[in-house]
């Protein structure tokens, strides 16, 4: 007897094939999309804050969101320090 659950994960098997992820290319070119903004993103909140702190904070959001992060470190003046 199997043990039933709220929520069947495997229901959802296969759900993402045809997808972006099936093409190793384009896999790479995501991942390194990523990379690099995740590596823009936390060098902008190292010199903005001054901090490794927010550095890494930028780092991870950089990471997860590789079109959004850069795009608000560009309207933020990317690099430049908070005006105090």
């Known amino acids: 007897m199997t043990p039933r659950y ?4 495997h229901a959802l098997n296969g ?7 099936e093409n190793p290319a384009m896999r ?5 999309l990523s990379l690099l903004s995740a590596a823009a993103s936390g060098y902008h909140g190292y ?6 702190g927010w ?8 990471g997860m969101f590789p079109v959004f992060t850069p795009v608000i470190a560009v309207a933020q003046g990317y ?6």
């Not at 709220?6 to 994960?9: E, F, M």
């Not at 690099?79 to 105090?84: C, E, F, H, L, N």
């Open 6 to 9: 709220a929520l069947d994960i």
């Open 79 to 84: 690099g430049k320090p908070i005006q105090k």
């Open 47 to 52: 010199k903005r804050n001054q901090s490794i």
């Open 15 to 21: 759900t993402l094939s045809g997808g972006l992820t």
């Open 28 to 32: 790479n070119a995501i991942g390194a």
């Open 55 to 62: 550095g890494f904070v930028w780092f991870a959001l950089g």
